[in-house]
């Protein structure tokens, strides 16, 4: 079905709020005692902060998983706008001279940065670069929640074809730091940066983000890094000469580019 850039579908997963822009980009509504926090603004029409204070009577800040335009193009929108050092770099070098001003009023999060939203809601930033240089996941304590972003994926695999993707081996690196510091968390509800696309490549069933999505992604890599995966070639995007490949361990998916394996 043909969606308009202005439909949001929108429902309360608990005391997350979910919403679904046009592209089936996701993002999530969560309040503290203080202050609310949106993660990620989709890339749909209007005004996101306008429709999200529908939600909350606190003044809502923004924080960005990744600076993928499907992710951060109402970053305008806010006046708080959390983004972690490497993607406000990234975004900043992407951007053209005029409009790189943009960037400076940005609040760079660092690995284990807290955002605190009163009331003991504290909600922390993990570092996954890989998808992009400055990838995060949030981890919120207070709803038991962790918010992926593109970082492992949402079902159509993790995007590494990209230009400014991390390699695999740099990747899985990651990705070891990222399952340490997400274990005590590992029973928290999973949401990824594009919820309704979370199904397997190849499958027509279910396929939520999940911790096991981790630890799969760190099998993956290892078994492309040690040559016995078994891969195909991409049907999707590609975004430059080399014809990007997808493989698959267990949950977990990759797209990627052989070239860029180590
Ligand atoms: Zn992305
Ligand atoms: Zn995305």
């Known amino acids: 079905m043909e969606k308009h850039p202005f439909h949001y579908d929108i429902d309360a997963c608990g005391d997350v709020v979910h919403f679904e822009d046009f592209i089936d980009a996701s993002f999530y509504l969560i309040e503290g005692a203080a202050r609310a926090l949106l993660i990620d603004t989709g890339c749909g029409g209007g005004n996101v902060r306008r429709l999200a204070s529908a939600f909350t009577d606190k003044p809502i800040d923004l924080a960005v998983t990744h600076a993928h335009g499907d992710h951060d193009a109402h970053a305008g929108e806010f006046e708080r706008v959390y983004m972690h050092r490497a993607d406000i770099a990234a975004k900043r070098a992407a951007l053209p001279e005029e409009k790189r001003g943009e960037t400076e009023r940005f609040l760079p999060l660092e690995d284990g940065a807290v955002i605190d939203l009163g009331g003991g809601a504290l909600v922390r930033a993990l570092h996954i670069p890989g998808h992009t240089p400055g990838s995060v996941a949030f981890v919120d304590e207070a709803h038991e929640a962790v918010f992926t972003g593109d970082a492992i994926g949402s079902g159509v695999g993790v995007w590494l074809q990209l230009p400014g993707c991390g390699t695999i081996s740099e990747y899985k690196a990651a990705l070891l730091h990222f399952a340490t510091e997400l274990y005590p968390y590992r029973n928290y509800r999973f949401f990824g940066g594009h919820f309704r696309q979370a199904d397997p490549p190849y499958s027509t069933s279910h396929n939520p983000v999940s911790y096991e999505m981790v630890e ?14 078994k891969s195909q070639p991409y049907e999707g995007r590609a975004f430059g000469e080399e014809a990007p490949r997808i493989a698959c361990a267990g949950t977990a998916a990759m797209v990627y580019l052989p070239s860029r394996v180590r």
Do not use: E, H, Q, T
Not at 216 to 229: E, I, N, P, S, T
């Open 216 to 229: 799969d992604m760190v099998r993956l890599c290892d078994d492309l890094l040690f040559g016995r995966a």
